[in-house]
């Protein structure tokens, strides 16, 4: 050790490589972390089947076979009219999930009708917002179908790419091949509208004949009878020249019979930009990497900039890039403002230029191979791993300035390792003590709160190595430093030369004076500073109580999202002009950059875009709900800075009788004073027409039911009769009535209610009416159906400023107890946001639980079994000066929670720092002024080092914000009860 103390140039050889493998390190990708619990949605669509039919035909059988599937969690599912949506969720680590939702997903497929779609399978967080948004239309010269371009090219694109969930596109229909049946002519040919399809069908076909030799090759033989494979674009025009058979070896062709033409199917949503018509594609996320999802969608759309000009309205990837830069710039000031701080503290002392500079350096090194460290780890860089070393840093280099002191004072290898020993136990105790408190924050669920705390771990691991190993050679090796002359220094100078020398001391002698006092002070009479940290640790507990633990975590900063709900059955048409006039009213009654509406029959979506520099989201809330949506009711799904949104759910084996409970649930939740707003997660569906067969008529008729629902269910709606291929994949046709409207797509229109009862029916004498051989009867349908882990659930939402959720459970649950739920029934609370809150109560015990470990650890090191109960003593009142002030402004939420955690081991500092300088064997005061000068330095380095973080704009950043606001009350805190509680502590405990 003494020949190690003595090879500066070898000790500085090792910091240069030392610091080019953390380069290496860092800029050589590592590999992300699983993140576990994983969804995966897997959505079917069938045209034309209710939500009822959905679920017995395709959500039921999806479920048991996914629910089949190694290390799935739990299955939910949403059924709406033609649309089956069923997510599986997965623990952390299952392999191989993604293939065997596939396989799932394509046994129930393969047994379903050919009308059926094919499923889609993605990635999904759970959260139905979107993470990237973009209003796209075609640019000039665009040749082909938008739909079919953004369908078959633009979403496989965008679902290809790693970290994509599903992918959503509205404002488009699918492009098809529409058969619009003339009823009097098809029943006068006696055809049925089956008959057609199967006409089609089994003509329009691409088929394998196998294979022929020819020489020494083998060739392959297809049978080719697409109708149009000669000239794709025609293939409508093609289609309309079949003949289509009828009995008696005659046949007509279909163009006599019906109307053939492509066209964009209706869209089941309608989308507008500031009210004017648009594409709209969104992009969900699975959870991982958003800010590298984002990079690489804008990476994909360069390969469309030629035929396609996409408005980008909300792009949750670059507001995290935007806060994590700002982290950055805050990290590289930290550091500029902790190496200025150092070199401050250090330049009047022995060896002051020399200990400055390596003070100084010292800050840019620990933070390179921290990184480097964590990068190796496997950890990428980001906003919390920046943080995370910022926040570090400034506490870590403490042991830097304290080592340099020491060994600067140092002339030989045995004065420094005499002062390495002495370094030892302190240095140490410090260290240990603020990682094993970074131990709860694996516990908290807070977005970056585990890399956190492995950044301010590395830190202050790096830290403690640089200063008892490549620090002493700087000083003990090589010629003495050689102090410019006094006499140099006037001539250079002018009168001004020991201004700072002079000023400081002044500085100095005022603070000696004033610790002179408090010292004595608190020596003669202990009792009460420590009533005085009795009190204030009291109320820091009181606080933190009343304030509870709110898991919630604000939204995106410069967009709001709302869901806009209408009378079920309200016409898409009618719900897009409504939501039209919304986004104008809004737009002239706000400050808001753009409006994108989405309409859906019975309701619709506005994703609200403003500037934070001139707006926030609560305001943008308050005037959307203030604006009047005729016949509509806005609500937000996405909690906010002011809000939290909390659901509740009943379960049950009828789903009727769960959303009549529901809605006892939310009459009885809204008289409660905490509740601002209930919604009701769902609501009627449309009218419904139900026929019910005539056996009697049907019989004398000559005619089967199912004949006769076919034919009606191929006149109202046009299912698809079969996936004609063509040389551009796919395309749909559809066989359906006539209509007295005519759409955008330039088709027949929906059918009335008197022309559905006017369905032609062939029969064996004749051409009947639908109505004359069924009876009608109308009533109402579940707008959609949803279930749980296999079970049928209604759920409501609640609205509350924020607060923790147990507090909210225990008021509404107990307002629920007047229900009289039948038995297999049962309410449940926002489980997630329980759980959440659970786990950041749980912190409390963890964190006694990294005290304990600290005590022993300081403990072990020092062999006493008193210094660490001085020492810990300083940690809960000096973290309460932080929690009170925090309560009054809000709750304890997680950044809060993570930021006390990260802290607690930081607090502790100042009082190793005086409790191993009594330890000595000086007298308490002189201890203590011995000790004063390395207080200020470290605390000040601290705070140095998070100042910049309390700028910080971003909502993204609370934790960052939280983390630094702490670290500069909580650390400032510490030093001044170092100094005034611990000698009480001493002179009890006779440590020293």
Known sequence: MSAWFGRWKTCLCAVIGTAALSVFFIFVPGTERDGGGLSYAVTIRHYGIDAAGMERSITIPLEDAMSAVPGVRDIQSITDNGRTR??????????????????????????????VQRPEIQGSSGARVPLWTAAVTAKPGFQGSLSGYLERTVKPRLESLEGSGEVEISGTGTREIAVILKQEKAASAGLTPDQVAAALATNDVLLPAGRVSSGSREILVVVDGRYGADFPPAQAAALAEALIPLPGFSAVRLKDIADVYERDREPEILSRLNGLRTAVIAVLGNGDGVEKLSRMIRGELGRFSGDLEFTVLSDRGAEEAAAYRSVLVAALEGAVMVALAAALFTAGREKGLRTALVCALSVPFICLVSAGLLSS??????????????????????????????????????????????????LVSGTVTTIAALLPLTAIRTDGAASLA????????????????????FFLGGRPAVQPPVEFRRRLFGSFAFAPERAFRHVLRVFTRLLAFTVRFAGERPLYARLAAALITAAGILAVILAGADPGVPASENSVYAHVEFDGGLRVEEADRRLAEFAGSLMAAAEIKTVQTSARTGSGSALITFDP??????????????????????????????????EISVSGDDGEKCRELAEE???????????????????????????????????????????????????????????????????????????SGINSGGGAGSLSREETAGLLVKAPDGILALDSLMLIREDGEPAGIRRENRRRTASISVRTKPMDPRRVREEVMKALGKIDLPPGYAFEFDREAVEAAEALSGTVLSFLLALLFCYMAIASINESFTVPLAVLSVAPPSMAVPAVILAVSGSFNAPVACAFVAVTGMSVNSSVLVAGEIREGAGLYRAIRNVFPALMATAGTTVAGALPFLFL??????????????????????????LVLLPGLVKKSHFH
């Open 665 to 739: 649930a939310a009459a009885l939740s809204a008289g409660l004073s905490l509740i601002r707003e209930t919604v009701l997660n769902f609501k009627d569906g449309p009218r419904r027409i139900t026929f019910i067969p005539d056996r009697e008529r049907l019989t004398g008729a000559g005619l089967s039911f199912y004949e006769t629902a076919e034919t009606a269910r191929r006149g109202v709606h046009g299912q698809v009769a079969y996936k004609k291929t063509g040389t551009d994949g796919e395309i749909d046709v559809r066989i359906r009535g006539q209509g």
């Open 613 to 646: 520099e001139k707006n926030s989201a609560d305001r943008v809330r308050e005037a959307a709900r203030a604006v009047r949506v005729y016949g509509g009711f806005v609500y937000f799904p996405e909690t906010s800075p002011g809000e939290r949104i909390w």
């Open 953 to 978: 704009r971003e909502d993204a950043n609370t934790l960052m914000k939280m983390l630094a606001l702490v670290t500069v009350l909580g650390v400032g805190s510490s030093c001044v009860f170092s």
């Open 454 to 473: 492995w950044a301010v771990a590395a830190v202050n691991a790096v830290s403690l190595v640089t200063a008892l190993v490549f620090l002493p050679p």
């Open 86 to 115: 069923v997510f599986a969720g997965f623990d952390r680590g299952a392999p191989g999930r993604y293939e065997a939702v596939r396989d799932a997903a394509q046994r129930v497929y393969e047994a379903l009708p050919p009308s």
């Open 377 to 426: 780890a496997g950890f990428v860089p980001g906003r919390s791993l920046m943080g995370g070393i910022a926040a570090g840093v400034g506490s870590a280099v403490d042991t830097a300035i304290l080592s340099a002191e020491k060994f600067a004072r140092c002339g030989t290898a045995a004065e420094g390792k005499k002062a390495l020993r002495r370094l030892f136990v302190p």
